[in-house]
Structure formats: structure tokens, C-alpha cells
């Protein structure tokens, strides 16, 4: 379920690199009246949590260098989706063409900014994002829609964990981590793991 509307749109700014926080929370200083604006540079305490994002009405997410880390946000995301459907418009930078690939590969649609856009192109993003209700909205593909389970795995497995170990982890057979693993893979029309690598490379 989505959050109740606020009287005034809460906005939460997530990034780990100080320059573009500090220079996002410039570009919004003139909506501070509008909106209630939180900063938080929030990669280093555990990334993007999906639970974090569905408190505000509006995310602006800078994904990270790392790609670990981006995966995590990627994770976030899915989560929003699958276990809180919510209204939260959100928009995501990025300065590695890996994010956007593996986004479209698990068929998540969201409002994606290349970070090498101009200034003006970015404040415009921005602004559109602020003044539609439209905008942003997290959206994914039915066919490649995968469980929260099947989920679980994938991402464990882009974060260079095993299956055993993913089992062990779940307390259950390796057998069925192997189906959802098979099971996701099949959704996301791939053949094996090392084929989101090669695609998002």
C-alpha cells in the first residue's frame, strides 16, 4: 500500500558522494518553503533501504561507484515494488551504463538520469519530477516479474554469493534455491548467470 498523501511532499535525497549531495540540496534550496526536504548521505549505513524509501513521497537517488552498491539500491527497489507497492516517485542517477542495463534486464521501469547530463537538464529532470504526480513511478515488466524469492536469490548471486551458501543462509535445500535461481533466469529470458555480467558490462 502506498503512503497517505502529506500536506507538504517529503523528499529524501540519498547519495554517498558529498559533491552531488551537497550540490542537489543547492538545486532544491528555493522548494525548501514547498517541500520537507531530508538529506541523507545515506550509503555508508546499509544503502538505500526500501523501508526508508516508502516514508517519503519523493526519493532522488544517486547509485554508486560501486557496483555492489548499486545492486543493493537495484535490490531496494525491486522490494518497493514487490512487498509495499508504493507511491513514491522516484529518480535515479547514475554514471555507470551497468544500472541501466541491469535495470532493464530485470524489467524495472523508473525515471533513470545519466549523471553527464547538463546541469540545466538535470535541474529540469528535477523539477519535473517535483511538480507532476505522474512522473516517476516505479513500474515492472509482468513477464520478467519475479518473486520475492526468486529475487533473494538473483541478487545474493550478483553479489557473488553461492548457492550453498544461499541455502544455508535460508535454512533450506540447495535444490530449491538451484529451481528459483532456474526459475528466475527464465523469466529474465537469460541463459545463465554470467549472461547479466556480459549484459551489463
Known sequence: MGIPNMSKNSVLVISECKYSYVGLSMLLKKHYGKYDIKLFSDFMHGGAKAEK???????????SQNLEQSVNVIESLVSVHQQHMSSTRILVFYDDERVAKLLAILGISVELVSARMPLYLLEEKVENLLASEESGQLKVQKTRELSPAESDVIFNLLRGDSLLNIAAK????????????????KKLRLRNMSTIFVAGN
Open 53 to 63: 524509501i516508502i516514508k517519503h513521497d519523493i526519493a532522488l537517488i544517486f547509485t
Open 170 to 185: 535460508r535454512g533450506t535445500h540447495p535444490k530449491t534455491i538451484f529451481s528459483q535461481k532456474y526459475s528466475a533466469l
